[in-house]
């Protein structure tokens, strides 16, 4: 079957840095996206990644290695605006999109 | 307005009821869809509309039924529903519904409690 593995919950500190970890096993691969999410809200496009390597925007990062089927997405310098839920999704050979549960994150000052 | 609006945001409904979700999308997208939120679960995907054309129907109950009249708007016609169909219900819209690259933008969703 095909599935996304990331982290539940993380909590991180005002200003720190916080790295969240995506696997996945999917049917083919046809790019991974990042998606934030904050309660009560939509979720919205953070980031896309089809080949290997570190996409940057701004404060935040999303790291893709298709060999290990592994993304992480990397916030710098939070701020207590970015505690939300961040999800990751995964586009199979059929161009269908596999979801994760998404990782709560909570930011503390 | 702009982007993917759905009415109502809350709705409480008893196992009898018949209700809609309704949601508009101003961004000139070709494709929409219809996912269920239950918490600490992936997103399910249910209905996806291409060109005003069903091509996805994950095996969603009966009691569920979509209507998407044009391609800016999109319904989920709700009835004799069951409490575990208590979920956010999100509505999103893309450009195209096959291309890997494909953006979805979402809507706030609808709060549904089935009692």
């Known amino acids: 079957g095909q599935n996304i593995d990331q982290p539940t919950e993380m909590t991180a500190t005002e200003g720190a840095i916080v790295q969240i970890n995506c696997t996945y096993q999917?049917?083919?691969?046809?790019?991974l996206f990042w998606y934030q999410q904050h309660a009560g809200e939509a979720p919205t496009f953070l980031s896309y990644n089809v080949l290997d390597g570190l996409e940057e925007k701004g404060r935040f990062s999303s790291f893709l290695s298709r060999s290990k089927g592994y993304s992480y997405l990397l916030l710098k310098e939070l701020q207590m605006k970015d505690s939300a839920s961040y999800l990751c999704?995964?586009?199979?050979?059929?161009?269908?999109?596999?979801w994760g549960a998404g990782t709560k994150l909570i930011i503390k000052p | 307005e702009t982007g993917v609006t759905q009415t109502p945001r809350h709705l409480v409904m008893g196992m009898t009821n018949k209700k809609s979700l309704k949601c508009e999308q101003h961004l000139g997208h070709n494709a929409m869809y219809w996912y269920k939120q239950s918490a600490k679960k992936p997103l399910e995907l249910m209905f996806v509309y291409s060109l005003e054309e069903r091509v996805e129907n994950n095996s969603v109950p009966s009691r569920f039924s979509p209507e998407c009249p044009n391609s800016s708007h999109l319904f989920l016609h709700l009835h004799t529903l069951q409490p575990e169909d208590s979920a956010l219900y999100l509505c999103?819209?893309?450009?195209?519904?096959?291309?890997?690259?494909?953006?979805?933008?979402f809507g706030a969703g609808s709060r549904l409690t089935v009692l």
């Open positions: 999704a995964v586009r199979d050979s059929n161009y269908q999109l596999i």
């Open positions: 999103a819209s893309s450009q195209d519904a096959s291309s890997g690259a494909n953006v979805l933008t």
């Open positions: 999917t049917s083919g691969f046809n790019g």
